[in-house]
């Protein structure tokens, strides 16, 4: 393709892109240097923002929170989801009964399936968890106190962001199941290898692009976890379960003082950091693209 | 080149691998038994896992149907005489109909537009090796990983400005432009998969760039694109975020309404949990009815990734 | 080499079906009830105006004042004018507050104010004074009805700024059979209340009889006030300049308050007012103190089955001879001063909300502003009279909201035990004189 013809084909997309999306950005970074309010001008301030955030305790938390958060989801989606998309691969008929099922919390508005999820949890509404769990257990659940104790609440937090991705892992990799070479798996069998020797090493390896896709998205999307905070975490400032966007909502939207400087900061650090954990993909792909070429 | 999950040549799924061994070593019996335990627990794995996966939305429904005395009372009430009057109440004392319209134009029109800008560049993508192509997907790729808020607070600072705040447009342009990263590299990958000789047959012919992309690649796209489309709507239908902070009364959508309703008293909070169902009955739908695409637009990226 | 078939069929059959059952709902009347059926029909004669006009009204939901804004939009709705209320929670209507008073424009047009915040919005400018248009329409509207000590408690510096349509007043709940069963008397004191608390929590009928709305967002700073006003002390001391949050009595606000802790549900700090109501309502409590807006849920049969099993009193007093743990708030209307729409003609559409019919109609659910109504209907009417005499007075400044936004999470953080009673107080005394010094 000849470079004029890529430019006018991609020119609308690109300034779609960059007009909406790299003007507020820059929008952003000016006011991260300004101490600034809704319809005013803002005063400049400097590095202020900067370290005011960094010197926060709270967002030392909601950092920590946010990044647990990421590895415990991303651990157990990874690990179930592979059990399950295994699982699945074998069904026939029974298949599109039970993948349109599992999608149901993956294509549910987070928010309102947080809503939903919190009725769950909560006793106060005839929350039928407890009431399951302990008729199942005899009472071993005992009463948890899901709203306002740190760590049943993060369990409920982690358990409702495992909810709505791990129909996504579990339909990537499933996909990618689809592509393992029988050849190899037969050799393995013939030379003795167990199930989950053949698991280990034959589908693992050959998925593992799959897998590297699952962790990129999900490390860019739970880390952005802010929806199913809201109804699930009512107290999250108290308990220190504020994610990193939801610390942004409070600091720059929500509170009484509008502090959008000190909002736009944090957004910009976010930043920084997503594009930290980003760098290892990029270079994979840049690698990759290089080498096609 | 249609887009399912039947496997490609010499690639047998592990099922019938499975099935073929058995017959033909002729597993002893025990063997076959433990392949019924595998199957037995794996059916139970995957019932509960469908069960937890739709438990919460079936409890609000649950709850949407009960009289108001016992919606939510505690401890929770399983045997009573269901009522239709939350939905009825739900519809007719608020605007919530005009809600669902709103969720679904701005979810219609961002898709419609996503699709029609980001199909000529994911074409150029798949086509032009050069570095131009490389540095876009990677800069889509990091703005699609950017956090919300450093894009839509300077949106809602800029709608309101030039006027256009609470207006299902500004809504739609702010998905249009969060969504496309998404499409872009979903479309691309797509592309990747239709051979170059098709595209340099067609212009040897004297076929130009665009009436290539015009007259073959979208209709051989066909399913590639209801794909795209299904993600988009599925992605603007969900969105609270952004339809949070940039909508109001006028362009509210129905994610936004139900969380304005969570600290409300008993009558208006099961009004809330008839909401969510009657919301999340047609996402249903689609899921079920699309399912194939769905799936096939995660494999494209998966094979590709 | 056309676009397959089942990928059309699909995308058709989708399509299809969702404007088949857009249409279909349509037709079941959709919004034809808002404003609902049962508000009041007033005269609302306004000069209609030359183009179509929208009203837009923020008010959160509640008994209490959706009978008010109700008849906002069922009565002024005609003509050129259309009179819109969306369904929002209490949290939501804070919020969408400031962020429609933030800039040049807003999106509503009226907005439900309170005596806590008047003071503060005023002094910043973001609300129209009403003196004119109040003394133009008075006689129609039979405005001087309104009582003259409620029109100053949202008032600011002389001029009124909001219109008053009812009080609200923290009233005390109970369960009277429970009461009857023990031989309890309604608690005068924070002592007999942990003693009533007690006794139920001995008997066995319930594990936390107390339900009080401290939700660490924002009701915990009421319930703070409350208990410092009720030893004595305002947030600010009467020069103000200097807090009073470094002394003994807000010490012992804290020690009181957690006192109670013991008697109510572990997770109160997650409560609002319709969740203590919830509480009340599933029999988990047996005592509660909320405002008396919502206090006739209580004994609506469709509600809960306890309907008939509820009794209302004054709140306690923390100490014997003190102010009760009480709160006075004026709810009320006001006109932002960023709308576009004539002001008169809002004017005129908040006075008929709180007219004289309306006002009446509005009982028991609300305790209307108006003076020389009968409330025998009310259930709690004597209740939250009683109440109103023994509440502490209200600190009407502006300083008062930004105080309680700096202040909120430090007292959630000590009622929760995170902080020490000590620490927070010194925390909150820094938060409150910064506050002071950019007042």
């Known amino acids: ?293 | 080149m249609t887009v399912d999950l039947t496997p490609a040549e010499g690639v047998r799924p592990r099922s019938s691998l499975a099935l073929s061994e058995e017959v033909a070593t002729g597993k002893p019996r025990y063997r076959r038994s433990r392949g019924r335990t595998i199957a037995v627990v794996s059916a139970l794995i995957l019932a509960a896992t469908c069960i937890l996966m739709v438990a919460p939305f079936l409890w609000a429904a649950f709850s949407s149907v009960k009289p108001t005395d016992v919606a939510f009372s505690n401890p929770p009430v399983f045997t009573f005489s269901p009522t239709f009057q939350p939905y009825v109440d739900l519809w007719q004392t608020t605007s919530f109909y005009l809600y669902l319209i709103n969720t679904v134009v701005v979810a219609v029109i961002s898709t419609l537009v996503a699709l029609a800008v980001g199909l000529p560049c994911a074409y150029a993508l798949s086509r032009y090796g050069g570095a131009a192509s490389l540095v876009l997907l990677v800069l889509a790729l990091i703005f699609r990983a950017l956090p919300r808020f450093a894009v839509v607070l300077p949106m809602y600072e800029i709608s309101k400005s030039i006027g256009i705040y609470d207006t299902r447009v500004a809504l739609a342009a702010a998905l249009i432009a969060i969504n496309q990263p998404f499409t872009i590299w979903l479309l691309r990958n797509f592309f990747a998969e239709i051979p170059r000789e098709l595209d340099e047959a067609a212009m040897v012919d004297g076929c130009t760039r665009f009436g290539v992309l015009r007259r073959i690649m979208i209709p051989l796209m066909g399913p590639g694109i209801l794909t795209a489309g299904i993600f988009v709507f599925l992605f603007a239908f969900q969105e609270y975020l952004t339809a949070a902070v940039l909508t109001d009364i006028n362009a509210k959508t129905v994610p936004v309404f139900i969380a304005t309703q969570i600290g409300q008293n008993l009558p208006l909070l099961q009004q809330a949990s008839a909401a969510t169902v009657l919301l999340t009955l047609p996402v249903i739908g689609i899921a079920f009815v699309a399912q194939k695409y769905l799936v096939a637009g995660l494999a494209s990226g998966a094979v590709k990734g | 080499m056309r676009l397959l078939s089942p990928a059309r069929r699909t995308a058709r059959l989708l399509a299809v079906s969702m404007v088949a059952a857009s249409l279909a709902l349509t037709a079941c009347g959709a919004g034809s009830r808002t404003g609902a059926a049962t508000a009041t029909k007033v005269a609302c004669d306004f000069t209609n105006p030359a183009q179509p006009t929208t009203v837009n009204v923020l008010a959160y939901n509640s008994s209490a004042v959706d009978p008010y804004s109700n008849t906002m939009v069922s009565s002024c709705t005609h003509d050129n004018v259309t009179v819109k209320h969306d369904p929002i929670d209490f949290a939501g209507q804070v919020q969408k507050t400031t962020a429609t008073l933030g800039g040049d424009t807003g999106t509503y047009d009226i907005i439900e104010t309170y005596s806590f915040v008047v003071p503060d919005l005023a002094s910043r400018g973001k609300l129209v004074a009403l003196d004119d248009l109040f003394a133009k329409h008075q006689a129609t509207y039979k405005l001087d009805a309104i009582d003259k000590s409620l029109r100053d408690a949202m008032s600011y510096n002389g001029k009124l700024y909001g219109l008053p349509m009812q009080t609200q007043v923290l009233t005390m709940v109970y369960r009277k059979d429970l009461f009857a069963k023990y031989n309890l008397q309604p608690p005068t004191t924070f002592e007999e209340l942990r003693a009533a608390s007690k006794t139920i929590q001995d008997g066995g009928d319930m594990k936390y009889p107390l339900a009080l709305p401290w939700s660490a967002t924002a009701d915990i700073s009421t319930a703070y006030k409350a208990t410092l006003n009720s030893l004595g002390k305002n947030f600010v001391a009467d020069d103000g300049k200097t807090p009073n949050f470094d002394t003994p009595e807000s010490t012992k606000a804290f020690t009181e308050m957690k006192s109670l802790l013991p008697y109510m549900d572990p997770q109160v700090t997650t409560f609002d007012q319709p969740k203590v109501q919830q509480q009340l309502y599933n029999g988990s409590a047996a005592i509660g103190i909320m405002f008396s807006g919502r206090m006739n849920d209580l004994v609506q049969q469709k509600n809960t089955k306890l309907y008939d099993q509820f009794a209302f009193a004054a709140p306690p007093a923390v100490e014997k001879g003190g102010k009760q743990y009480g709160a006075l708030s004026v709810d009320g209307w006001s006109i932002p001063f960023n709308t576009k729409v004539d002001q008169d003609l809002l004017f005129q559409v908040i006075a008929a909300s709180v007219s004289e019919d309306a006002s009446k109609a509005s009982i028991p659910a609300a305790f209307p502003a108006r003076t020389g109504l009968d409330q025998s209907a009310s259930p709690y009417a004597a209740a939250a009279e009683a109440a109103i005499k023994g509440a502490p007075p209200a600190e009407a400044k502006p300083w008062v909201p930004p105080i309680t936004s700096a202040t909120t999470d430090i007292i959630g953080s000590v009622i929760l035990g995170k902080t020490s009673v000590e620490d927070g107080t010194q925390q909150m005394q820094t938060a409150a004189e910064k506050v002071l010094a950019e007042q």
């Open chain 1, 1 to 293: 393709m000849r470079r004029r013809e890529f430019w006018v084909l991609v020119l609308p997309s690109v300034i779609v892109m960059f007009g909406f999306m790299l003007v507020p950005l820059y929008r952003t970074v000016r006011w991260s240097f300004q101490k600034v309010e809704y319809g005013q001008p803002g005063t400049s301030v400097g590095l202020s923002n900067y370290t005011g955030a960094l010197t926060d305790p709270r967002l030392g938390q909601a950092t920590l929170f946010t990044l647990g958060l990421t590895v415990v989801v991303t651990a157990f989606c990874l690990f179930f989801g592979y059990i399950l998309a295994t699982l699945v691969n074998q069904l026939r008929r029974a298949r599109p009964v039970v993948l349109g099922l599992i999608l149901v919390p993956y294509v549910l508005p987070h928010v309102v399936g947080g809503v939903a999820f919190s009725w769950l949890f909560d006793t106060n509404f005839g929350g039928i968890f407890n009431y399951v769990v302990n008729g199942l257990t005899g009472g071993a659940l005992g009463d948890p106190l899901w709203f306002t104790d740190v760590w049943p609440n993060r369990a409920v937090v982690a358990l409702n962001v495992i909810w709505y991705m791990l129909p996504f892992a579990m339909l990537m990799i499933l996909a990618g199941l689809q592509g393992v070479s029988t050849e190899t798996l037969e050799a393995a069998e013939i030379d003795g290898a167990s199930p989950l020797q053949r698991h280990l090493f034959v589908i693992i390896p050959s998925i593992r692009g799959v897998l590297g896709f699952v962790l990129l998205i999900f490390t860019m999307d739970v880390l952005r976890v802010f929806d199913s905070l809201i109804p699930l975490s009512p107290q999250a400032v108290a308990i220190g379960n504020e994610s990193i966007m939801l610390y942004i909502y409070n600091v720059a939207f929500r509170e009484g003082a509008v502090n959008l400087g000190l909002g736009s900061a944090i957004s910009v650090l976010t930043i920084l950091l997503i594009l930290v954990l980003l760098y290892p993909s990029i270079r994979n792909l840049v690698r990759e693209a290089k080498a096609a070429a």
